[in-house]
Nanobody, 124 residues
Framework: QVQLLESGGGLVQAGGSLRLSCAASGRTLRNYAMGWFRQAPGKEREFVAAISRGGSITPYADSVKGRFTISRENAKNTVYLQMNSLKPEDTAVYYC?????????????????WGQGTQVTVSS
């Protein structure tokens, strides 16, 4: 099992940027594909972005494509989500998740380990 801790959330105005970090402990992240998901109040959890174990595959949700960038730094056991041009509809709790596989998935059920989440609030 890998323990995940998100950070970097906060309050930002529309059009602004935030960078989320997901730090892992207990296992090395280089063995995992990683994903970011989010959940807004009253809505179901949704896929945001993922990155394969090697970093070469990075699918994104259509709603964030071109604005968000996922990356990983295995030496620091950390995954990042750079969020630019933020919109009020990006407001949610953001979670990172680990999947013990080479490939990514957009299905939350295929990720075994989750962080506690970090709040992102975008004001209009």
């Amino acid at each position: 099992q890998v323990q995940l801790l998100e950070s970097g959330g906060g309050l930002v105005q529309a059009g602004g940027s935030l960078r989320l970090s997901c730090a892992a402990s207990g296992r090395t992240l280089r063995n995992y594909a990683m994903g970011w998901f989010r959940q807004a109040p009253g809505k179901e959890r949704e896929f945001v972005a993922a990155i394969s174990r090697g970093g070469s595959i990075t699918p994104y949700a259509d709603s964030v494509k071109g604005r968000f960038t996922i990356s990983r730094e295995n030496a620091k056991n950390t995954v990042y989500l750079q969020m630019n041009s933020l919109k009020p509809e990006d407001t949610a709790v953001y979670y990172c998740a680990a999947r013990n596989s080479w490939t990514t998935s957009q299905l939350g059920d295929e990720y075994a380990d989750w962080g506690q989440g970090t709040q992102v609030t975008v004001s209009s």
